[in-house]
């Protein structure tokens, strides 16, 4: 009975290692380890958002790329490929969710993010605090969001947020 239940939790968790759940007597250790820190609030470093084409270029590429190494593109200055320890680097893969221009096979489980600074922030809907702590952590705006979480976790750091921001909220053509 107790093998099936932590059979029953372990698929829920996915990733957790089944055969440490079953065998582990308390698998509270990796219930932890699993879990995300919990949601945070950041305030937006200042000049975060800007209009450097540099930073654009970084953000455009964070968007739409996944593993380095498999980039067709020179990574854009500031970026690399291949990590010092010889690791790919990750990156964002926001199209697998978002629309975007020139987005390439993107997915809709968020909301097309084309057109962002005409419709979201000229209209006075969104401005650029939101932006950063919506790709930062997004459960802060949304506690169910389905929307990865980016800078609690140590998956990017704040420059990389503060590109993406900035590409979501250029003019692109
Ligand atoms: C697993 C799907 C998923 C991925 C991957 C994802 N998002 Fe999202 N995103 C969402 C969803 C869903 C929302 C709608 C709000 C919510 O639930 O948080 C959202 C909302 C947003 C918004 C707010 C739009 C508004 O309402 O103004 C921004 C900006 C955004 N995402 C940027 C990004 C960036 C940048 C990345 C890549 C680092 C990314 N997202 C990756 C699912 C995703």
Excluded at 22 to 39: C, G, M, N, V
Excluded at 91 to 118: F, M, Q, R, T, W
Excluded at 121 to 142: C, E, L
Aim: aromatic share 6%; proline share 6%; charged share 20%.
């Amino acid at each position: 009975m107790r093998k099936m239940i932590l059979l029953g939790i372990a698929t829920f968790l996915g990733a957790a290692d089944l055969q440490q759940v079953i065998e582990s007597p308390d698998a509270s250790a990796i219930l932890k380890k699993d879990a995300l820190p919990s949601a945070k609030t950041y305030v937006m470093p200042q000049g975060c958002i800007s209009d450097d084409p540099a930073a654009i270029a970084r953000g455009q590429y964070i968007f739409h790329n996944l593993n380095g190494k498999e980039t067709k593109e020179p990574a854009p200055e500031g970026l690399v490929k291949i990590l010092p320890d010889g690791k790919e680097k990750q990156y964002g893969n926001c199209v697998a969710c978002h629309n975007i221009e020139g987005a390439k096979g993107y997915g809709n489980i968020g909301p097309d993010l084309s057109n962002y600074k005409a419709l979201y922030m000229d209209s006075g809907v969104r401005n650029g605090t939101f932006v950063y702590q919506k790709i930062a952590d997004p459960r802060v705006d949304n506690p169910t969001s389905h929307m990865t979480v980016n800078l609690t976790n140590g998956l990017m750091n704040e420059r990389e947020v503060c590109d993406l921001a900035s590409y979501i909220v250029s003019v692109k053509k």
